[in-house]
């Protein structure tokens, strides 16, 4: 059985601290129960993976701005690569190609997709191995995933069932987030929670790329993604289908997909720089490097990052999407594999731009040998030890150096230890919009 894990939403119900870059689901903020040390969602998902033995089998759908947070935070996973956002058809259709081209999969094997925020424990997981023995026994289109509810919730969808077998329920159809009194009466009707999970064999994906005339390679599904259509993968498959069974989960489960649900699962009510007196049910994040008092708060959320300041009753920020939605400014945290970037400070002045950014490379990374058009670059080195090439020329750098980088200069950096410094641009372009990359492999920048 082979795994596709659903990566690629931006999440960006978790502002200030989800943005285009750092979606939801790479924000360390949860527990590892092993470690003790904080993890994001997608860690604390795949490790669960691991320990059930699926990890081999798995693949990651995301968007190609997520890659450096994923590798980051898991390593050298696959990862089947979104080139824009079409919706979560596109994307099980995308990864199913992977599968077929890149990790050996049979038409006949079969495939699970899950969502990667569910908390929940390990049951889950053993729950998710058995739908492969369901759609064999039943002969069913998809075989579903339902968490068996614990209170009638308005927030989340439910699988309707039309009959009860020994293992599973004939699915009748679905209700998406209904009323607490609908949901009451549903209960009572035996619904389950939707929990996003979904089986089928191979090829009942690589039948519809067929239809909309695409072959089942990788490389030719990318290319052509925008053939896709932009539609759920509940209503191109499961509203289509004429045979559809669900498994019953009984254990733990909840959707971390609002401030309101994700702060019931922090281990404290506090991170960050934070000092608080007399607050009731108050969770504060503080991203920033300057305090934030909080004094008889109640039923509060307050987060705040580079991106933004949030202060919200717990309830109402789950509306939170609808009032950044004209929020355009660039992310100001970015995570790459190689290390994190801070933006500080952005000025403009007539036509030249200044960009102040904080830098931090890890041990033995280095960035690619590039240079700039329209802008200089000045970097102070405040932590750490490394090595810089500019034009071919090798010099160490520590703590305290100063590095002035003329326009079209080609240079390069590397980290002997931890690297941390403090990077100006100054010009008429600033950013990714002005970088001119010739290679990233540093033996290779060495010779040159």
Same mark, same amino acid.
């Given at each position: 059985m082979y795994v596709i894990l659903l990566s690629g939403g931006s999440g960006k119900r978790l502002w200030p601290l989800s943005n285009d870059l750092r979606s939801k689901q790479y924000i360390k903020i949860l527990k590892d129960e092993k470690s003790g040390d904080k993890c994001s969602m997608i860690q604390r998902v795949w490790g669960q993976l691991k320990e059930e033995g699926l990890v081999d089998n798995s693949v990651i759908? *995301?968007?190609?701005?997520q890659i450096d947070s994923i590798k980051s935070q898991l390593g050298d996973v696959k990862i089947a690569k979104e080139p824009d956002r079409r919706d979560t058809f596109a994307a099980v259709a995308l990864s199913c190609a =992977?599968?077929?081209?890149? *990790?050996?999969a049979k038409e006949d094997d079969a495939v699970c997709v899950i969502p990667v925020d569910p908390y929940t424990d390990q049951? =889950?997981?053993?729950t998710l191995k058995t739908l492969e023995n369901v759609l064999e026994k039943t002969k069913a289109e998809v075989v579903l995933m339902g968490a068996n509810p614990t209170y009638p919730s308005a927030k989340y969808g439910y699988i309707l069932p039309k009959t009860n077998?020994?293992?599973?329920?004939?699915v009748k159809g679905f209700k998406e987030k209904p009323t607490e009194t609908e949901a009451s009466a549903l209960?009572?009707?035996g619904a389950l929670w939707n929990c996003g999970v979904f089986c089928f064999k191979l090829k009942t994906i690589l039948n519809k790329l067929s239809h909309y005339g695409l072959s089942t390679d990788y490389k030719e599904i990318f290319n052509n993604y925008d053939k896709l259509p932009k539609i759920s993968f509940d209503y191109e498959v499961?509203?289509?289908?004429?045979?559809?069974? *669900?498994?019953?989960?009984?254990?733990?489960?909840?959707?971390l997909g609002t401030w309101n649900t994700l702060t019931e699962e922090m281990e404290s009510a506090t991170l960050g720089y934070v000092k608080e007196d007399s607050c009731e049910n108050t969770n504060i994040i503080n991203e920033l490097e300057v305090p934030i008092v909080a004094m008889g708060l109640k039923d509060t959320i307050v987060v705040a990052s580079l991106d933004g300041l949030l202060v919200s009753d717990k309830h109402q920020s789950s509306y939170i999407k609808e009032v950044t939605k004209g929020f355009n400014l660039p992310p100001r945290f970015e995570e790459r594999r190689w290390g994190s970037i801070k933006t500080l400070d952005i000025e403009q002045c007539d036509k030249v731009q200044t960009v102040t950014r904080k830098i931090i490379l890890y041990k033995d990374m280095s960035s690619s040998y590039h240079y700039h058009n329209k802008r200089d670059e000045i970097w102070t080195i405040i932590k750490g030890k490394g090595e810089m090439i500019i034009e071919g020329v090798l010099k160490q750098i520590q703590e305290g150096s100063v590095i002035h980088i003329q326009k079209g200069l080609r240079h390069a950096v590397k980290a002997t230890t931890e690297l941390?410094?403090?990077?100006?641009?100054?010009g008429e372009a600033v950013g990714d919009e002005d970088i001119n990359r010739i290679t990233f492999n540093w033996k290779e920048i060495e010779r040159k």
């Open positions: 759908c *995301a968007s190609i701005a =992977y599968l077929t081209s890149k *990790a050996g049951s =889950y997981f053993k077998k020994d293992d599973c329920i004939e209960i009572d009707q499961l509203e289509k289908a004429t045979q559809l069974v *669900a498994v019953p989960f009984f254990g733990m489960w909840k959707d941390e410094f403090i990077e100006i641009h100054l």
